[in-house]
């Protein structure tokens, strides 16, 4: 009879062991909570919430007691019930010591989230610094899309990274100055809510232009206070910005409305006469099945005239200073009008299913001389390139977790389309942007891209295996309107992208992974149908292998080595409207990132890396990739609510590296830092930007560019640059309401 009552006493605890309880963790205002952690002080289970903040916990019954953390919250208690359980976090100050590494893929975009939390964004060009490694560089008075370094890339305006806005695609495919064109101006700083990174080939989820990683930013859906904001700063700088709650603190929907607006005449002899604005609208609600509904709407719009990139032999011989030009009718103007529908929906507890759907017009008007007087000495070598493109598209995921004989397996099935339409794609010989000379190029594309995926993750206790695959189909059409009689030449092609990562978690505090993928970047249509649709989606192979490690409970590291193959492909170059092969090449490099905190204020971080990039197919010593970054390390220390003042400073440096394939030519490098300080006294901000506080003389941008001047007999080839900013200081004053 004994041992009875012990089986039986043992099976009730296993049966309510066993029960599964279900529930939410939501913040103050009813919005989720994503990637809170909950324990099972009972039973030691433990659950990560989803993005709708939903979690599950197995081995839990009502009357236990879970603890939760999550990120920039005060750390709970909350007892289990029968149904119901909604959790509410309240607001708290980042600790450093509450983060948890979770067993994911993504594991490493609790470092943008530490990021954001510790030095807010501010400006346009921080958006995309916020990602570990990731440089840019501005070189057309402001209006054009940055240039952009990364894993020993010159990514140029973004042909081997894939931005996205909220689902939207932002690089633009087959574009008239560069393939994958990527200007993120449309984005407001201060809506942006969660910046989502990760390098290499390696995520089944992202296709074209993945390579050397991929950057997707999502806006706010709520803002829990309007406020409006001036700024004024040197070089005749004037930026003012308003978001406005539209509905106030309702429970199930929320509207607003961000607007900025900037001027400037930047640091140049020649002014830039800059401008730009931006308006984006955002309602979001809480449908009766608990789906999740977002509209947004916004359009930008922006102007400028630019000094161009200046060559080394006229600041040598003192013809004109640093900030001067060789021709100041440089500029353009250019505009994006975007709409996009996301819809998110939970079919139970271990399914959901999420879907935006998108519209984008886009215009783009672009003047720029780079070589002077070299192919024309008469008129100059001015050229235009200008598009007017419609973009549509969608994208679909459903996720499902389950069991296979105790393993649990979390299943992603997407499938979606992008399709460009652009009109009178036109590269043309100009003078002073008013008189056409010769049109270079001019045609109509048509560009598709089909992709579905399927990506798993089994999770084996401490070892999470992740292998997925990618199916991309493409439809390249160019009608080309320089030709006599009418042509519409058309290729497609097939592209399979499989990929297999490990996950290994030994606790809380300490993971490995080793990535492996194969990824690509298209090349432009013009390119495709004028080599017949062969090696046009030039596959890249990479491997990771890295740690996230908290040695302390405030101090996370993480590190990597890693290797990146790309196979030969075929490049347009916009400016020349020519076809260049660039051959096979290997990049290869380590990566070590730091975030200490210091006490509950003062937060520490740097992250250095290192890259070894060489062509495959050139003889030693003539293998150099131009302008490839060799070394680059960024840092800072920020400060958080000491007695309403916050703030920091930071640095940045690029080493040198080589602008050209041999090294003849070097590009240099620079260390710059930064400065910001902010006091809040009641709902008023004031705050104090400056930019390079040590005043230091750097080119932003350096091309190995061969010119030749209007009196100069003969040409010559060094580097022509873009100067960095000098000292720069702008105030602001933002109130709340």
Same mark, same amino acid.
């Given at each position: ?10 099976? =009730? ?23 809170? +952690? ?103 008075? %402001? ?9 020993? /890339? ?33 984005? *407001? ?5 969660? *910046? ?19 950057? $997707? ?20 700088? /004037? ?78 011989? %003192? ?32 399914? #959901? ?106 999770? #084996? ?7 997925? *695959? ?15 009689? +009418? ?30 993928? *194969? ?10 149908? $004028? ?31 890693? +290797? ?39 937060? #520490? ?45 930071? +640095? ?14 070097? $590009? ?6 930064? =400065? ?60 709340? #309401?």
């Amino acid at each position: 009879m004994k041992y009875l009552i012990l089986t039986i006493i043992t099976l =009730l605890g296993f049966s309510a062991y066993s029960q599964i309880q279900k529930g939410k963790v939501l913040d103050s205002d009813g919005n989720p909570v994503e990637n809170a +952690y909950l324990v099972n002080t009972n039973s030691e289970s433990h659950a990560h919430t989803n993005e709708f903040g939903a979690f599950s916990l197995d081995k839990t019954v009502e009357g236990n007691i879970i603890k939760v953390t999550a990120l920039g919250y005060k750390k709970s208690n909350f007892t289990m019930m029968a149904s119901d359980n909604i959790i509410v976090m309240e607001d708290d100050i980042f600790r450093l010591n509450e983060i948890v590494i979770q067993p994911k893929l993504s594991a490493m975009n609790v470092i943008s989230k530490i990021d954001l939390q510790t030095t807010p964004v501010n400006s346009s060009q921080e958006i995309l610094r916020k990602v570990p490694g990731l440089f840019i560089g501005q070189h057309a008075g %402001g209006g054009k899309a940055e240039q952009i370094f990364l894993r020993g /890339f010159d990514i140029d305006h973004g042909t081997d990274i894939a931005i996205s806005v909220d689902g939207m695609p932002v690089n633009m495919v087959s574009h008239a100055h560069g393939q994958g064109y990527a200007d993120l101006h449309f984005v *407001i700083p201060e809506t942006v809510e969660k *910046i989502d990174f990760g390098k290499g080939t390696y995520y089944a989820n992202k296709g074209d232009f993945a390579t050397a990683g991929y950057v $997707a930013f999502q806006t706010k859906d709520k803002i829990e206070k309007s406020s409006i904001g001036v700024e004024v700063g040197h070089f005749n700088t /004037f930026r003012t910005v308003g978001l406005f709650n539209l509905l106030g603190n309702q429970k199930n929907q929320s509207a607003y409305i961000a607007t900025e607006y900037i001027l400037t005449d930047g640091p140049f002899d020649s002014p830039q006469n800059f401008n730009r604005i931006n308006l984006l609208g955002k309602y979001s609600t809480i449908l009766s099945d608990n789906s999740k509904l977002s509209v947004m709407g916004s359009r930008f719009n922006s102007k400028w005239d630019a000094s161009g990139q200046i060559p080394q032999r006229l600041i040598d011989n %003192g013809t004109i200073s640093r900030f001067g030009s060789v021709d100041d009718t440089e500029g353009g103007k250019t505009s994006r009008t975007n709409f996009n529908v996301s819809w998110s929906k939970p079919i139970d507890e271990n399914t #959901f299913f999420k879907a935006n759907a998108f519209y984008s017009n886009y215009q783009f008007e672009l003047y720029s001389n780079f070589t002077f007087f070299l192919e024309d000495p008469i008129n100059g070598d001015q050229i235009k390139q200008k598009e007017y493109r419609d973009i549509y598209g969608l994208n679909a995921e459903l996720n499902r977790k389950t069991k296979w004989n105790d393993v649990n397996v979390l299943l992603q099935y997407g499938v979606g389309f992008r399709s460009d339409a652009t009109t009178d794609s036109e590269l043309s010989h100009t003078l002073n942007r008013k008189t056409v000379l010769e049109n270079i190029k001019l045609g109509d594309i048509d560009e598709s891209n089909m992709f579905s995926y399927v990506n798993s993750e089994f999770n #084996f206790g401490k070892l999470m295996i992740n292998p997925a *695959i990618r199916l991309d189909y493409f439809k390249f059409n160019y009608q080309d309107k320089l030709n006599v009689n +009418y042509t519409n030449e058309s290729e497609s092609k097939v592209k399979f992208s499989p990929k297999l990562n490990f996950i290994y978690s030994e606790n809380n505090n300490l993971q490995f992974f080793v990535k492996s993928g *194969i990824g690509f970047h298209s090349n432009d249509a013009r390119v495709v149908v $004028a080599n017949n649709g062969k090696e046009i989606l030039p596959t890249a192979i990479g491997t990771d292998i890295g740690t996230i490690w908290k040695p302390f409970p405030r101090l996370i590291v993480n590190s990597a080595l890693w +290797y990146l193959y790309l196979e030969q492909e075929f490049v347009y170059v916009g400016d020349a409207g020519i076809v260049e092969p660039s051959g096979k090449s290997k990049r290869m490099g380590a990566e070590l990132g730091l975030r200490y905190q210091l006490n509950d204020w003062l937060y #520490f971080d740097a992250d250095a890396n290192y890259t070894y990039a060489r062509s495959i197919d050139e003889p030693k010593g003539e293998n150099y990739i131009p302008l490839s970054p060799d070394f680059t390390t960024t840092g800072g220390l920020s400060f958080q609510k000491i007695n309403g003042f916050s703030g920091g400073i930071r +640095y940045r440096y690029l080493k040198n590296r080589p602008a050209n394939e041999d090294n003849s030519i070097v $590009a240099k490098g620079y260390f710059i830092s930064d =400065l910001n300080v902010n006091y809040q006294y009641k709902n008023i901000n004031f705050g104090v930007a400056v930019e390079n506080i040590f005043n230091t003389e750097w080119n932003e941008t350096q091309f190995a560019t061969e010119s030749r001047l209007q009196n100069e007999p003969n040409s010559v080839e060094e580097i022509h640059f873009t100067p960095g900013t000098p000292f720069f200081m702008k105030g602001k004053i933002t109130y709340t #309401f």
